[in-house]
Protein backbone atom coordinates (compact mmCIF):
# COMPACT_ATOMS: atom_id res chain seq x y z
CA UNK A 1 0.00 0.00 0.00
CA UNK A 2 1.31 3.39 -0.63
CA UNK A 3 0.26 5.04 2.82
CA UNK A 4 2.03 4.01 5.51
CA UNK A 5 5.08 3.04 3.57
CA UNK A 6 8.43 2.70 5.07
CA UNK A 7 11.66 4.49 4.18
CA UNK A 8 15.02 2.72 5.02
CA UNK A 9 15.95 5.66 7.37
CA UNK A 10 13.51 6.12 9.64
CA UNK A 11 12.43 7.44 12.94
CA UNK A 12 13.51 4.18 16.39
CA UNK A 13 10.67 3.70 18.86
CA UNK A 14 13.13 6.49 21.01
CA UNK A 15 12.10 9.14 18.28
CA UNK A 16 9.01 7.72 18.80
CA UNK A 17 8.66 7.72 22.48
CA UNK A 18 10.29 11.73 22.12
CA UNK A 19 7.78 12.80 19.71
CA UNK A 20 5.26 11.78 22.17
CA UNK A 21 6.96 13.40 25.25
CA UNK A 22 6.83 16.37 23.27
CA UNK A 23 3.33 16.06 22.36
CA UNK A 24 2.66 15.81 25.77
CA UNK A 25 4.28 19.18 26.92
CA UNK A 26 2.38 20.92 24.15
CA UNK A 27 -1.16 19.20 25.44
CA UNK A 28 -0.09 20.75 28.77
CA UNK A 29 0.72 23.83 27.78
CA UNK A 30 -2.49 24.84 26.04
CA UNK A 31 -4.44 23.84 28.68
CA UNK A 32 -2.12 26.29 31.24
CA UNK A 33 -2.41 29.02 28.53
CA UNK A 34 -6.19 28.52 28.60
CA UNK A 35 -6.16 28.23 32.31
CA UNK A 36 -4.46 31.61 32.66
CA UNK A 37 -6.71 33.18 29.79
CA UNK A 38 -9.92 32.40 32.03
CA UNK A 39 -8.49 34.34 35.22
CA UNK A 40 -8.38 37.87 32.18
CA UNK A 41 -11.61 39.76 31.82
CA UNK A 42 -13.02 39.41 28.24
CA UNK A 43 -11.54 41.18 25.44
CA UNK A 44 -7.92 41.23 27.70
CA UNK A 45 -7.32 37.30 26.45
CA UNK A 46 -6.25 37.87 22.62
CA UNK A 47 -2.82 36.98 23.26
CA UNK A 48 -3.47 33.57 25.50
CA UNK A 49 -5.44 32.77 22.80
CA UNK A 50 -3.21 32.67 20.05
CA UNK A 51 -0.41 31.11 22.22
CA UNK A 52 -3.09 28.65 23.10
CA UNK A 53 -3.92 27.82 19.36
CA UNK A 54 0.31 27.50 18.85
CA UNK A 55 0.98 24.79 21.00
CA UNK A 56 -2.93 23.29 19.90
CA UNK A 57 -1.71 22.60 16.66
CA UNK A 58 2.04 21.37 17.61
CA UNK A 59 0.02 19.33 20.18
CA UNK A 60 -1.78 17.32 17.27
CA UNK A 61 1.44 17.86 14.43
CA UNK A 62 3.88 15.73 16.90
CA UNK A 63 1.09 13.46 17.99
CA UNK A 64 1.23 12.28 13.85
CA UNK A 65 4.97 12.43 14.38
CA UNK A 66 5.11 10.11 17.30
CA UNK A 67 2.93 7.92 15.24
CA UNK A 68 4.98 7.95 12.47
CA UNK A 69 2.54 9.50 10.29
CA UNK A 70 2.05 12.70 8.23
CA UNK A 71 5.81 11.22 6.52
CA UNK A 72 6.87 9.36 3.20
CA UNK A 73 9.75 8.13 2.36
CA UNK A 74 12.51 10.24 -0.30
CA UNK A 75 15.06 9.06 -2.11
CA UNK A 76 18.29 10.27 -0.21
CA UNK A 77 21.80 9.65 -0.75
CA UNK A 78 23.14 8.17 2.93
CA UNK A 79 26.00 11.17 3.62
CA UNK A 80 28.77 9.58 6.15
CA UNK A 81 31.02 12.31 6.93
CA UNK A 82 34.56 12.04 8.41
CA UNK A 83 34.80 8.56 6.53
CA UNK A 84 36.07 7.62 3.31
CA UNK A 85 33.06 6.01 2.22
CA UNK A 86 31.10 6.03 -1.12
CA UNK A 87 27.79 7.07 0.09
CA UNK A 88 24.86 4.12 -0.50
CA UNK A 89 21.42 5.09 -2.02
CA UNK A 90 18.15 4.50 0.12
CA UNK A 91 15.01 6.80 1.20
CA UNK A 92 14.92 9.19 4.48
CA UNK A 93 11.60 9.65 6.05
CA UNK A 94 10.72 13.13 5.53
CA UNK A 95 7.89 14.04 8.49
CA UNK A 96 5.98 16.90 5.85
CA UNK A 97 3.42 17.18 8.75
CA UNK A 98 5.95 19.62 10.10
CA UNK A 99 5.77 21.90 7.51
CA UNK A 100 1.81 22.01 7.49
CA UNK A 101 2.25 22.58 11.68
CA UNK A 102 4.72 25.27 10.73
CA UNK A 103 1.94 27.31 7.89
CA UNK A 104 -0.23 27.76 10.68
CA UNK A 105 1.82 28.44 13.70
CA UNK A 106 4.73 30.53 12.57
CA UNK A 107 2.12 33.41 11.57
CA UNK A 108 0.43 33.12 13.99
CA UNK A 109 3.58 33.52 16.64
CA UNK A 110 4.41 36.62 14.34
CA UNK A 111 1.35 38.27 14.53
CA UNK A 112 1.85 37.39 18.51
CA UNK A 113 5.14 39.14 18.43
CA UNK A 114 3.62 42.12 16.08
CA UNK A 115 0.72 42.65 17.65
CA UNK A 116 3.11 43.35 20.77
CA UNK A 117 4.85 45.92 18.89
CA UNK A 118 1.87 47.68 17.72
CA UNK A 119 3.28 47.31 13.86
CA UNK A 120 0.50 48.80 10.88
CA UNK A 121 -1.42 45.36 9.37
CA UNK A 122 -0.17 45.95 6.04
CA UNK A 123 3.67 45.47 8.05
CA UNK A 124 2.17 42.45 9.39
CA UNK A 125 0.67 41.38 6.19
CA UNK A 126 3.98 41.30 4.43
CA UNK A 127 5.77 39.88 7.22
CA UNK A 128 3.50 36.58 7.16
CA UNK A 129 3.45 36.60 3.54
CA UNK A 130 7.30 36.25 3.43
CA UNK A 131 7.02 33.54 6.20
CA UNK A 132 4.50 31.30 4.63
CA UNK A 133 6.76 31.74 1.35
CA UNK A 134 9.98 30.36 3.52
CA UNK A 135 7.88 27.46 4.97
CA UNK A 136 6.40 26.42 1.51
CA UNK A 137 10.13 26.48 0.04
CA UNK A 138 11.22 24.38 2.63
CA UNK A 139 8.55 22.19 2.42
CA UNK A 140 9.01 21.95 -1.39
CA UNK A 141 12.77 21.59 -0.78
CA UNK A 142 12.33 19.32 1.67
CA UNK A 143 10.23 16.71 -0.61
CA UNK A 144 13.00 17.38 -4.10
CA UNK A 145 15.39 14.31 -4.29
CA UNK A 146 17.92 16.64 -6.33
CA UNK A 147 20.17 18.98 -5.49
CA UNK A 148 18.02 21.68 -6.76
CA UNK A 149 16.33 21.21 -2.52
CA UNK A 150 19.30 23.77 -1.53
CA UNK A 151 17.96 26.64 -4.26
CA UNK A 152 14.45 26.32 -2.27
CA UNK A 153 16.55 26.76 0.91
CA UNK A 154 18.04 29.79 -0.79
CA UNK A 155 14.39 31.58 -1.85
CA UNK A 156 13.22 30.63 2.17
CA UNK A 157 16.33 32.00 3.73
CA UNK A 158 15.44 35.18 1.87
CA UNK A 159 11.81 34.93 3.60
CA UNK A 160 13.83 34.44 6.99
CA UNK A 161 16.08 37.53 6.21
CA UNK A 162 13.10 39.95 5.42
CA UNK A 163 11.52 38.98 8.66
CA UNK A 164 14.46 39.75 11.20
CA UNK A 165 14.92 43.02 9.13
CA UNK A 166 11.10 44.13 9.51
CA UNK A 167 11.87 42.99 13.58
CA UNK A 168 14.80 44.41 14.53
CA UNK A 169 14.33 47.73 11.96
CA UNK A 170 10.44 49.16 11.97
CA UNK A 171 8.67 46.79 14.97
CA UNK A 172 11.14 47.87 17.47
CA UNK A 173 10.92 51.47 16.62
CA UNK A 174 7.06 50.96 16.99
CA UNK A 175 7.41 49.05 20.16
CA UNK A 176 9.55 51.99 21.80
CA UNK A 177 6.96 54.16 21.12
CA UNK A 178 4.47 52.13 23.29
CA UNK A 179 6.33 52.87 25.96
CA UNK A 180 8.27 50.70 28.67
CA UNK A 181 6.33 47.20 28.50
CA UNK A 182 5.60 46.60 25.32
CA UNK A 183 9.26 47.52 24.46
CA UNK A 184 10.63 45.06 26.96
CA UNK A 185 8.43 42.47 26.21
CA UNK A 186 9.05 43.10 22.08
CA UNK A 187 12.57 43.18 22.88
CA UNK A 188 12.72 39.86 24.99
CA UNK A 189 10.32 37.92 22.46
CA UNK A 190 12.54 39.18 19.06
CA UNK A 191 15.74 38.28 20.05
CA UNK A 192 14.76 34.81 21.28
CA UNK A 193 12.95 34.46 18.35
CA UNK A 194 16.09 35.61 16.03
CA UNK A 195 18.50 33.39 17.35
CA UNK A 196 15.66 30.45 17.44
CA UNK A 197 14.72 30.57 13.89
CA UNK A 198 17.83 30.53 12.44
CA UNK A 199 18.60 27.32 14.13
CA UNK A 200 15.82 26.21 12.04
CA UNK A 201 17.58 26.25 8.80
CA UNK A 202 20.67 24.46 10.15
CA UNK A 203 18.45 21.66 11.55
CA UNK A 204 17.11 21.28 7.92
CA UNK A 205 20.01 21.40 6.28
CA UNK A 206 21.22 18.14 8.58
CA UNK A 207 18.15 16.77 7.83
CA UNK A 208 15.89 16.45 5.26
CA UNK A 209 18.17 18.60 3.18
CA UNK A 210 21.92 16.48 3.50
CA UNK A 211 20.51 13.58 5.25
CA UNK A 212 23.17 13.84 7.94
CA UNK A 213 22.03 13.56 10.63
CA UNK A 214 19.85 10.44 11.70
CA UNK A 215 15.63 10.91 11.79
CA UNK A 216 15.98 10.48 15.81
CA UNK A 217 18.83 13.25 16.03
CA UNK A 218 16.46 14.87 13.70
CA UNK A 219 13.41 14.50 15.96
CA UNK A 220 15.43 15.89 19.25
CA UNK A 221 17.36 18.90 17.28
CA UNK A 222 13.54 20.10 15.75
CA UNK A 223 11.46 18.69 18.94
CA UNK A 224 14.03 21.03 21.46
CA UNK A 225 13.91 23.97 18.96
CA UNK A 226 10.08 24.04 19.43
CA UNK A 227 9.31 23.41 22.94
CA UNK A 228 11.63 26.56 23.39
CA UNK A 229 9.93 28.19 20.56
CA UNK A 230 6.61 27.57 21.30
CA UNK A 231 5.53 26.83 24.99
CA UNK A 232 8.67 28.72 26.31
CA UNK A 233 8.47 31.37 24.04
CA UNK A 234 4.38 31.48 24.48
CA UNK A 235 5.34 31.75 28.40
CA UNK A 236 8.00 34.30 28.13
CA UNK A 237 5.43 36.21 26.24
CA UNK A 238 2.24 36.08 28.00
CA UNK A 239 4.81 37.50 31.03
CA UNK A 240 5.64 40.42 29.16
CA UNK A 241 2.18 41.04 29.07
CA UNK A 242 1.32 41.20 32.49
CA UNK A 243 1.63 45.01 32.53
CA UNK A 244 0.39 45.78 29.13
CA UNK A 245 -3.45 46.33 28.13
CA UNK A 246 -4.62 45.60 25.29
CA UNK A 247 -6.27 49.24 24.68
CA UNK A 248 -2.42 50.33 24.77
CA UNK A 249 -1.73 48.74 21.91
CA UNK A 250 -4.36 49.82 19.58
CA UNK A 251 -6.50 46.17 20.37
C1 LIG B 1 13.21 26.08 6.52
C2 LIG B 1 13.98 25.61 5.28
C3 LIG B 1 14.09 26.67 4.25
C4 LIG B 1 14.87 27.83 4.79
C5 LIG B 1 14.37 28.28 6.12
C6 LIG B 1 13.59 27.49 6.94
C7 LIG B 1 13.14 28.08 8.20
C8 LIG B 1 12.21 27.63 9.02
C9 LIG B 1 11.80 28.24 10.25
C10 LIG B 1 10.88 27.59 10.99
C11 LIG B 1 10.37 27.99 12.24
C12 LIG B 1 9.55 27.20 12.87
C13 LIG B 1 8.97 27.44 14.16
C14 LIG B 1 8.12 26.52 14.58
C15 LIG B 1 7.37 26.57 15.77
O1 LIG B 1 7.77 26.51 16.88
C16 LIG B 1 11.73 26.00 6.20
C17 LIG B 1 13.56 25.08 7.62
C18 LIG B 1 14.79 29.66 6.53
C19 LIG B 1 12.38 29.52 10.70
C20 LIG B 1 9.32 28.62 14.94
Same mark, same amino acid.
Given at each position: ?? $?????????????????????? $??????? @? !???? @????????????????????? @??????????????????????????????? @? &????????????? !????? /????????????????? /??? $??????????? /????????????? !???? &???????????? =??????????????????????? *??????? !??????? &??????? =???????????????????? *?????????????????? &??
Amino acid at each position: SV $IGQHANLEITTHGSDWYFTVCA $IMGFSTL @A !FMGM @AMTKPQGHRIFHYLTAAITAT @ACISYFCMGSNLGQVPIQAEFVRPFRRQVAS @A &GTREIFYVRYIDW !FITTP /LLLTDLLLTAGIPWPTL /LAV $IFADIAMIVTG /LVGALTQTRYKWG !FWTF &GMFGLFYIIYEL =VGPARRHASALGDGPSKAFLTCG *VLLSFLW !FLYPIAW &GLSEGGN =VIHPDSEAVFYGILDVIAKP *VWGALLLWGHRNITPQQL &GL
